[in-house]
């Protein structure tokens, strides 16, 4: 488990995590969308490897107009099924209570994912969007 802000990334970490973001979100779901999108230099960066091999990453960040609320984003796994988002998700859960000090956490899920919030505690709390052609719902989570 890593955790790190922005500045504190290597620049082959980076790409690491830039690659895997392309790969999931742009190339296989077939999205073209802007995933630099200034977000990253204010978030807590969290991801899991092995050898090296980097296995699952989110990040998290203050929501900047909503008082001690932090959000979830870039939940992104290189090998599903094993169990890596859920332990990235558990700690993300701790790091924005922690280290942000948020006491509600909100995101945008793909609709299809929700049952994978769900089991953390997270809830539903809007009708479903489509969000660069993919439907998401918003949920949250109070701490």
């Known amino acids: 488990m ?8 290597t620049v082959s970490k980076l790409y690491e995590i830039l690659k895997l973001r ?21 978030a807590i960066h969290l991801w899991l490897e092995e050898d090296r091999n980097l296995l699952s990453y989110l990040r998290v960040f203050p929501v900047t107009d909503q008082e001690k609320t932090a959000q979830i984003g870039r939940v992104v796994s290189a090998s599903r099924g094993k169990g890596y988002g ?18 509600r956490l909100v995101l945008e899920a793909q609709t299809y994912a929700v049952g994978f919030y769900e089991k953390e505690g997270f ?12 439907p998401h719902v918003k949920m949250e989570l109070h701490l």
């Open 2 to 9: 890593h955790i790190c802000r922005f500045e504190e990334l």
């Open 22 to 42: 392309n790969e999931v979100f742009v190339v296989e779901q077939n999205c073209v969308y802007n995933d630099i999108d200034g977000i990253d230099p204010k």
């Open 86 to 103: 859920r332990i990235l998700l558990h700690e993300a859960v701790k790091t924005a209570e922690e280290i942000l000090h948020a006491e």
């Open 123 to 134: 809830a539903v709390c809007s009708h479903e969007f489509l969000e660069d052609g993919i």
